[in-house]
């Protein structure tokens, strides 16, 4: 089991920037994988990024890819998700997730920080 709390939402105008973090109860390392997803009103959850956390190797959404950066602090059991030229229809609760094995999933999921960016 891990349990994950989300921070550093809030709201920002466009082009501005946030740093969103996730401290997990285990060290990242533990996992398999961890990622970012978001939620805007009236909408279905959207995959934002993903971190493989052994090799630190990286994935992002066509939406955010070379506005966003994922990164991992293990010393400080914590992800991060670096958020760059942010755009209107960034508007969304952001979650952070983790799959422990290979094969299983996110199945642990952080309650969710606001982020809300104005035109």
């Known amino acids: 089991q891990v349990q994950l709390v989300e921070s550093g939402g809030g709201s920002v105008q466009a082009g501005g920037s946030l740093r969103l973090s996730c401290a997990a109860s285990r060290s990242t390392y533990t996992t398999y994988a961890m990622g970012w997803f978001r939620q805007a009103p009236g909408k279905g959850r959207e995959w934002v990024a993903t971190i493989y956390t052994t090799s630190g190797k990286t994935s992002y959404a066509d939406s955010v890819k070379g506005r966003f950066a994922i990164s991992q602090d293990n010393a400080k059991n914590t992800l991060y998700l670096q958020m760059n030229s942010l755009k209107p229809e960034d508007t969304a609760m952001y979650y952070c997730?983790?799959?422990?094995?290979?094969?299983?999933?996110?199945?642990?999921w952080g309650q969710g920080t606001q982020v809300t960016v104005s035109s």
């Open positions: 997730a983790a799959a422990l094995n290979v094969g299983s999933g996110f199945k642990h």
